[in-house]
C-alpha cells in the first residue's frame, strides 16, 4: 500500500506563495497519478491538479497558470506550488495517488491534508 502525508499549508496574505508536498511512502511514488485536491467550507471537493505516472499535466481553470505541480521521484513526493494565491484559495488542500485496475483508475490513498488559508 502507498500512504501519502501532506504538509506546507500555512497563513498567507493575498498574493503570497505557498510550497506544499505530498510525501508517499510505502510504494515509488513514480507509478502513481498524484491529484491535488482542495475543499473548502462548504464546497465540494475539487480537482486543482493532476501530474499522471506518464508524466502528463493538468490544471483546473480557477488555478491555472499560478499552480504548477511536479515529482521529485528521489524524494518520492510531489509538490505543489501555489503562486499569486487568492483568498478563494482557502481550503484544505489533500494529495491522493491513483493507479488503473483494468480500464478503471482507483484511489490507492488519501492524505490527510493541510490547511491553507489566504487573508485579503
Known amino acids: 500500500q502507498v500512504q501519502l502525508v501532506e504538509s506546507g499549508g500555512g497563513l498567507v496574505q493575498a498574493g503570497g506563495s505557498l510550497r506544499l508536498s505530498c510525501a508517499a511512502s510505502?510504494?515509488?511514488?513514480?507509478?502513481?497519478?498524484i491529484g491535488w485536491y482542495r475543499q473548502a467550507p462548504g464546497k465540494q471537493r475539487e480537482l486543482v491538479a493532476v501530474s499522471s505516472a506518464g508524466g502528463s499535466i493538468n490544471y483546473a481553470d480557477s488555478v491555472k497558470g499560478r499552480f504548477t505541480i511536479s515529482r521529485d521521484n528521489a524524494k518520492n513526493t510531489v509538490y505543489l506550488q501555489m503562486n499569486s494565491l487568492k483568498p478563494e484559495d482557502t481550503a484544505v488542500y489533500v494529495c491522493?495517488?491513483?493507479?488503473?485496475?483494468?480500464?478503471?483508475?482507483?484511489?490507492?490513498?488519501w492524505g490527510q491534508g493541510t490547511q491553507v488559508t489566504v487573508s485579503s
Open positions: 510505502g510504494r515509488t511514488v513514480s507509478d502513481y497519478a
Open positions: 491522493n495517488a491513483a493507479s488503473k485496475s483494468g480500464p478503471i483508475t482507483v484511489i490507492r490513498a
